[in-house]
């Protein structure tokens, strides 16, 4: 990361992942001492950003955006070298300060003052990035500059937009004071409630924190400004502003697309080649001696070499005689040509994309149709806006337009992507012992008040009335969960990084499996410890410990009984104690869970998928 100035400045490092998942454009960035925000795609210098190739996830880009949309890239890199002045410390993602109030870390001085007040100076170290911070001369303790800390509170809306909080606004109950007003922000007791943090101006002004938050923070608050500070830019905005703590989980939610990178073509020199074509395209037109001679020279060629030339020359004439690639033109179909991947029935070896069959263990052959062991995975996601306040809610096609907040001025020619590559586990559950369980009488009833939650859930956000994602969704969701905790207690992956890829079709798409799946922004992948688990005489016992663990929760029988259609909830007998996962791992935000659906609960032993 680096901020913008007239000289770069690094002020810290983050994953490529953690840039579409926790920190990305428009989002706030707590370091050690500073408060950033990534800042639009406008300024990022592509220089150093590398192109990524996925047609399919670039295809369901374009539907939601538009043709314009060129390219996937990735984040702005150089590899660090131990020359602290070379090129890489001016190469990153381009952050600001913000919020852009700082308050002055000594008790006795507490002065809040923007930080281009003059009060405060920067000091950075090339040694020591992440120690960048502001201080103010006021000679705290020992006679040395305090900190000068970021303010603790930010103004939001439910329309994407931040800014920075009021604070002389709020201070005056509204009224402009003029110029020439300084202002402090302290603490009066012990509790840190908003009640006892007090803004207080020399003129006498003073008032707590706890009128702009809460019920009747409206009457305090000014209207929102529709700032987009990662933009630079302001709109108009009916939404009311609302106050949010610094680093409040709820300032910015991703929206993102994510797809599996699958075969094309059945050799591997072909999908080299098929992924690089847009570079070796213009070699199919030209005589053999001089395509193999140019062939050499390009820069993929490194890629290309472990084939040698007249295989690579083969391969890119019968790419060049191939069809068109008709890729589906439908974002709600990313998952069907995995699912085919998965399900063909075949051993595939290709760098991001090898497969094998694996016996299923015989006692789970009534319900388990086949496993797939996946040691090789390449997962490519994709940041194309973000929200604030409310995550986007499922399916992120119902966001309206003007919840979901640009990531550059204009219409995007390119987005952000992050490369993962890891290994998984595929298990396929078989479609008609599913179909005759949606079918049972006391299902359908379970189904019915599930069905309710959801419509009530939507009403209550005044969203539009989406389909239920049905029955085996739920199912297929529930047990992934209860597979992930048993799964992180042996494969020596956290809970968290293990993710989950659920394929519930309907009667007229009998799809019915999931994928569990651990990766990292390493181009060597995973170590092979989740794939481990999925072998025949492993996989079984651990399936057999999954659901007898979900049976009894710890929080039973309130877990159990749980209504979802009393609080609206989308997910039914389901809690932190016993199915909820990691934000990273969840595709759904833990929601359209239920144990009653996947074995027998205390509150409901008949609807359950694995009864006794």
Known sequence: MSRPQQRSLRVGALRPNQLLHTYGVGSVADLPSLSVLTLGLAHWDLTHSLPVTEDRLLTAL?????????????????????DLFADWTRVGVPVALFPTWLRCSDTRCNRLAPADSGLFELLSSPYQPDRARY????????NSRPTAVPARFVLACDNGHLDDFPWSYVAHSGTDPGAGHSLTLAERGSTGEAANIFISCECKASRPMS????????????????????????????????????????SWFAMQLRVFSIPRAEHPVDQVVDDLWRDLS?????????????????????????????????????????????????????????WLAFTAGTSTELPDFTIRPEPVPPEHRHWLREVVLAPRLREVSALYGFT???????????????????????????????????????????EERVVEWEHRPEVKQREQLL????????????????????LRYVLLHTLAHVLIRELALECG???????????????????????????????????????????????????????????????????????????ARLSAAACHACLFAAETSCERGNHYLDRALLVDTLNDPGSGFFAR
Not at 62 to 81: A, N, V, Y
Not at 213 to 233: D, F, I, Q, S, V
């Open 211 to 250: 009128v702009a938050l809460g019920l009747h923070a409206e009457r305090t608050l000014p209207a929102c400004r529709g700032r987009h500070p990662h933009l630079n830019t302001y709109e108009p905005c009916d939404a009311p502003a609302r106050t949010l703590a610094l680093g409040a989980t709820n």
């Open 493 to 567: 992956y956290s809970a968290a990084g293990i993710g989950e890829r659920i394929y519930a079709g309907t009667d007229e798409t009998p799809a019915a499996g999931v994928l569990l799946y651990t990766s990292a922004p390493d181009s060597e992948g995973t170590l092979g410890g989740l794939v481990s688990l999925g072998r025949k005489d492993r996989l079984g016992s651990l399936v057999e410990r999954a659901l007898e663990a979900a049976r009894l929760c710890s929080s039973d029988p309130l877990c159990a009984e749980h209504d979802p259609t009393v609080h």
């Open 388 to 430: 604030r306040i409310d995550a986007p809610e499922w399916k992120v096609l119902d966001t309206p337009d003007v919840r979901r907040a640009p990531l550059t001025i204009g219409k995007p020619t390119w987005l952000p992507c992050a490369e993962m590559r890891g290994e998984g586990i595929f298990l396929r559950v078989d």
């Open 135 to 142: 201080v103010h001369s006021c000679r705290g303790n020992g």
């Open 282 to 338: 213009m070699l199919a037109g030209l005589d053999a001696a001089t395509a193999k001679m140019i062939m050499q020279t390009q820069t993929c060629w490194s890629e290309l070499k472990p084939y040698g030339v007249e295989r690579v020359w083969a391969a890119i004439q019968r790419r060049s005689k191939a069809e068109p690639d008709d890729t589906p033109d439908d974002s709600d179909d990313l998952r069907k040509p995995e």
């Open 451 to 470: 069905v309710h939650a959801h419509d009530r859930w939507r009403a209550q956000r005044g969203l539009d009335q989406a389909p239920w994602p049905g």
């Open 62 to 82: 374009r539907r939601r955006l538009g043709g314009q949309l060129e390219s996937l890239r990735l984040p702005p890199h150089l590899p660090e070298t131990s």
